[in-house]
């Protein structure tokens, strides 16, 4: 289908015998290495992804100001510029998230004393950031997919044929959903972990779940506007958290040691903690960068994205609770998500356009 460059055979090792020099890490402790492999290649792709998905944000932002239609560039039209728009939202979301997940992982290893030349420190914390590491891969492939069927369109017919490299690019992303453990399994994963982090004692989900519930039973708090940049939106994603924590709390509490049999309810946590995730690191990065010199357009990114993310987490959550719930408890839990979300939605066809028409005027990813 793609990469037509690369060749892809199956290898047999049969009583393969390896020289002693040859040895990486301790005998029958391959496994930890090769998932710690995994765990970089993951984060890696990730990032690839999201370079993949800004140079196709190029190629759409130049052919749509230079194709006209009606005697004007397709670019002018507002579809179109809700195309170009959310290419950008999403691509900006996936790069914070990677700068964010690079940022820790190199703090981490640089507040651990250790031998530069000993990489097990480094391997160890590639280990404890294995969860970011699996929404890196899920999150940059979709996105990735998603700018690039979306390139295709706003080149139309032409999208379709050889001639323009669109086409190229979408048949040679598909595997990326693949590679390195299919999306399925990374879903599965990242609430998994969580799940067995818990239960090791390294995380305190319940008790965190069930001091949420107190609170969600309670009188609710009043809101206080303290004016800071993108309020609303650090107020939303407190909520998705939250809300995150509560299905995450119900599944544990329900399931116990089978929770791994519950695909899925944990493909909906996960996609939860996806968007969850993604749009505080949107945030975050939009909150640094205020007096920048795109200041502005990165809080009109980040503003997009928490606005949707909250229509997303809240469908997922939906989704979840009657599988694990009944009667009144679910409509217990249902009204705490309704006091969860209550944001107020915003005009997100404007500042799509604003990140368009920036794209258009620069000819590529603006950030």
């Given at each position: 289908?793609?990469?037509h460059?690369?060749s892809?055979t199956?290898i047999?090792?049969?009583?393969?015998?390896?020289?002693?020099g040859n040895?990486?890490g301790?005998?029958?402790k391959g496994?930890?290495i090769?998932?710690?492999v995994?765990n970089?290649?993951r984060f890696k792709?990730g990032?690839?992804?999201g370079?993949?998905?800004?140079?196709?944000?190029g190629?759409?932002?130049?052919?749509?100001?230079?194709?006209?239609?009606?005697?004007?560039?397709?670019?002018?039209f507002g579809?179109?510029?809700?195309?170009?728009?959310?290419?950008i939202?999403?691509a900006y979301?996936?790069?914070?998230?990677?700068?964010?997940?690079?940022?820790?992982?190199?703090?981490?290893?640089?507040?651990?004393p250790?031998?530069p030349?000993d990489?097990?420190?480094a391997l160890?914390?590639?280990?404890?950031?294995?969860?970011?590491?699996?929404i890196?891969k899920?999150a940059?492939?979709?996105?990735m997919?998603?700018?690039l069927?979306e390139?295709i369109q706003?080149?139309?017919g032409?999208?379709y044929?050889?001639?323009?490299p669109?086409?190229?690019?979408?048949?040679?992303?598909?595997?990326?959903?693949?590679?390195?453990?299919t999306?399925?399994?990374n879903?599965?994963?990242i609430?998994?972990?969580?799940?067995?982090?818990a239960?090791?004692?390294e995380?305190?989900?319940?008790a965190a779940a069930?001091?949420?519930?107190?609170?969600?039973?309670?009188?609710?708090?009043?809101?206080?506007?303290?004016?800071?940049l993108l309020?609303?939106?650090?107020?939303a994603?407190r909520?998705?958290?939250k809300a995150?924590?509560?299905v995450?709390g119900l599944?544990?509490?329900?399931?116990?040691?089978?929770i791994?049999d519950?695909?899925?309810v944990?493909?909906?946590?996960a996609?939860?903690?996806?968007?969850?995730?993604?749009?505080?690191?949107?945030l975050?990065?939009a909150?640094?960068?205020?007096?920048?010199a795109?200041g502005s357009?990165?809080?009109d990114a980040?503003?997009?994205?928490?606005n949707?993310?909250?229509?997303r987490i809240d469908t997922?959550?939906r989704?979840?609770?009657?599988?694990?719930?009944?009667g009144?408890?679910l409509?217990?839990a249902?009204?705490?998500l309704?006091r969860?979300?209550?944001?107020?939605p915003?005009?997100?066809a404007?500042?799509r356009r604003?990140?368009?028409d920036?794209?258009?005027?620069r000819?590529g990813?603006?950030?």
């Open positions: 289908m793609g990469l460059g690369s892809t199956p047999v090792l049969q009583d393969v015998h390896v020289p002693a040895l990486i301790e005998i029958g496994h930890k090769a998932f710690n995994l970089f290649a792709l990032a690839m992804c370079g993949g998905a800004q140079g196709a944000i190629e759409a932002a130049t052919y749509a100001g230079q194709r006209k239609q009606f005697g004007q560039p397709i670019a002018s579809a179109i510029k809700h195309k170009l728009g959310e290419m939202v999403r979301a996936i790069e914070s998230l990677n700068f964010r997940t690079a940022g820790m992982i190199d703090a981490r290893i640089a507040a651990t250790h031998d030349a990489q097990s420190v160890a914390v590639l280990e404890e950031y294995a969860i970011e590491a699996s890196a899920v940059g492939s979709e996105t997919n998603y700018v069927d390139n706003v080149h139309g032409n999208g044929v050889r001639d323009y669109a086409e190229r690019h979408y048949r040679d992303s598909r595997v990326n959903r693949i590679f390195e453990g999306n399925e399994i879903r599965l994963l609430p998994g972990m969580l799940a067995r982090r239960a090791k004692g995380v305190a989900i319940i069930q001091a949420l519930q107190g609170e969600l039973l309670g009188p609710p708090a009043v809101a206080v506007d303290d004016g800071s309020a609303d939106e650090e107020r994603v909520s998705f958290k995150t924590l509560m995450l599944a544990m509490q329900t399931y116990r040691e089978k791994a519950q695909q899925e944990l493909m909906h946590l996609d939860m903690l996806i968007d969850t995730y993604s749009a505080e690191s949107a975050l990065r909150q640094a960068n205020v007096a920048g795109n357009l990165q809080g980040a503003r997009v994205f928490v949707d993310a909250a229509q997922a959550a989704q979840a609770l009657p599988v694990m719930l009944d009144d408890a409509r217990t249902v009204a705490a309704r969860l979300f209550k944001q107020m915003v005009n997100t404007l500042l604003r990140l368009a920036a794209a258009v005027a000819g990813y603006i950030f």
